[in-house]
C-alpha cells in the first residue's frame, strides 16, 4: 500500500514521517483514523488494502434530525457505543418519534478505492420504550 494514495487529509493526522508504508498500513488496517473535521474515520482492510470509511450522524443530512420534537443529539458513552474495531463517534441521534426515516450521506469518490465494491450499513440500537421498526 502506498502512503500516496490515501487520502491527503488523513496524511496530516497520523505522524506518517515516523513510520514506514507498510507500518503505516498496519496501523490503519488496526486502528480507524479520525479525518480532519472528526465527521470522517477510515482504516485499512487487511486482506484487501481498500479504504473503509464510517460516517458520524453529524455528517449526515436525517430528515427533521435538528428538529428536538423528532430527534435529540446525545453523548454516547464509550462504553455504551457500538464498536467495530475501534470505529466509534462521541454523539449520536436518538430518535423521538417519525413517520418516515430518510437518511442521506455523501463520500467524494475521489477518497474510493478503484475497482472496490462498497456497500453501506447504519448501526442503530432500539431504545427500552421502542420494541420494533415498522
Not at 463517534?89 to 437518511?103: D, H, K, M, N, P
Request: with cysteine; glycine share 6%.
Amino acid at each position: 500500500m502506498e502512503i500516496e494514495r490515501l487520502p491527503e487529509e488523513l496524511l496530516t493526522e497520523i505522524p506518517s514521517a515516523r513510520l514506514s508504508s507498510k507500518g503505516l498500513f498496519q496501523r490503519l488496517a488496526v486502528q480507524p483514523a479520525l479525518l480532519p473535521g472528526k465527521l470522517v474515520r477510515m482504516r485499512l482492510d487487511r486482506a484487501t488494502g481498500a479504504k473503509c470509511y464510517a460516517l458520524c450522524a453529524r455528517s449526515l443530512h436525517i430528515s427533521w434530525g435538528e428538529t428536538q420534537e423528532y430527534w435529540r443529539w446525545i453523548h454516547v458513552d464509550v462504553d455504551d457505543c457500538y464498536t467495530t474495531r475501534g470505529e466509534r463517534f462521541s454523539e449520536a441521534t436518538q430518535l423521538v418519534g417519525v413517520y418516515w426515516l430518510e437518511i442521506r450521506g455523501r463520500i467524494e469518490s475521489k477518497m474510493l478505492s478503484k475497482n472496490t465494491a462498497y456497500k453501506a450499513r447504519m448501526v442503530f440500537k432500539l431504545g427500552k420504550e421502542r420494541e420494533k421498526l415498522n
